[in-house]
């Protein structure tokens, strides 16, 4: 119970885990700031600069365990920068890249094929911790959830029955879409058959795609494009207003079923025997 926990994340999602109340520290890895910054030459020199603060930092620290639930290259050679005593990973073979060089715990889990979170389970169960599943909950301020209250009172949602439709992924992702023509005629239906009010969610990417869906509807004059969310943080207050979310292989999906919000999650190619929402 005394002790601190440090969690590192690359930056996309530093305001999810800052939104954890048991997470004592964010530790960020500005992955995305630093790729950006790469296709400018001049930048070179700061890039490593900043680099080189950024693992003094984590090395100053100086961790008794380090975690390593992803099982990759870049989090096993973190874990070991980290100078923690203890690194904690999978055995060979249930990692990948090399992993098991930069660990000096490491726990084999029962079998190859199961779900991710069973699968970080088993590794908390190899060190003695008894693991089960709860529900996070997630500190939003007053500031997030008026923005939210505003768009809902200027939308007229108020003590509707609300469908929340998240029809992107990243576009790294994009193979795993369901056609826009379905999520249209998905979004008639549930506004002409069960008399919900929709609302699309979006990240800058995937605007193009629901004003396509938008206008692909029959009853769009019921269906509203969500206001733009600043942070995760936004997008989990919007989320709770919900009273069915249906959205794709993607991470709103996953937080919204965590939620404890009624959830149809729509997968392919990849495996929901792995990937789906847990509960």
């Keep these: ?5 440090a969690w590192l994340v690359e930056d996309k999602v530093k305001d999810l885990v800052e939104a ?6 964010v530790i960020v890895f500005p ?22 603060a950024f693992l003094r930092k984590l090395r100053e ?17 973190f874990a070991y920068l980290s100078s923690a005593k ?16 930069f660990t000096n715990l490491r726990i084999q889990p029962q079998q190859k094929k ?9 590794l908390l169960q190899g060190l003695g911790i008894t ?7 997630f500190s939003i301020s007053d500031d997030d959830r008026l923005f939210i209250d505003d768009f809902i009172s200027r939308n007229h949602l108020q003590g509707k029955s609300v469908a929340i439709l998240h029809p992107g992924t990243s576009i790294f992702g994009k193979f795993k879409r369901w056609p826009s023509e379905n999520y249209a005629f998905l979004a008639d239906r549930l506004i002409k058959e069960m008399n919900y009010s929709v609302v699309f969610t979006w990240s800058t990417p995937e605007y193009s795609l629901v004003k396509q869906i938008h206008s692909f509807m029959q009853y769009h004059d019921y269906a509203t494009i969500a206001c733009r969310t600043a942070s995760v943080k936004q997008l989990i207050a919007l989320l709770q207003r919900a009273h069915l979310f249906i959205g ?32």
């Design 31 to 52: 992955r995305k700031k630093w790729q950006t910054a790469l296709r400018h030459p001049h930048k070179y020199f700061k890039i490593v600069a900043e680099l080189r």
């Design 248 to 279: 794709g292989d993607t991470g709103p999906t996953h937080l919204a079923s965590c939620m404890g919000i009624p959830t149809i999650a729509i997968f392919g190619p990849k495996d929901p025997s792995l990937y789906a929402p847990y509960d």
């Design 61 to 77: 620290r100086e961790y008794d365990v380090a975690l390593d639930f992803h099982g990759n290259f870049k989090s096993g050679l």
């Design 131 to 137: 693991a089960c599943y709860q529900r996070p909950v």
């Design 114 to 122: 199961m779900h991710r979170i069973d699968k970080y389970f088993s």
């Design 86 to 101: 203890t690194r904690v990973g999978f055995s060979k073979g249930y990692c990948k890249e090399g992993n098991f060089i």
């Design 20 to 25: 954890l109340p048991g997470v004592d520290e």
């Design 1 to 5: 119970p005394a002790a601190s926990i």
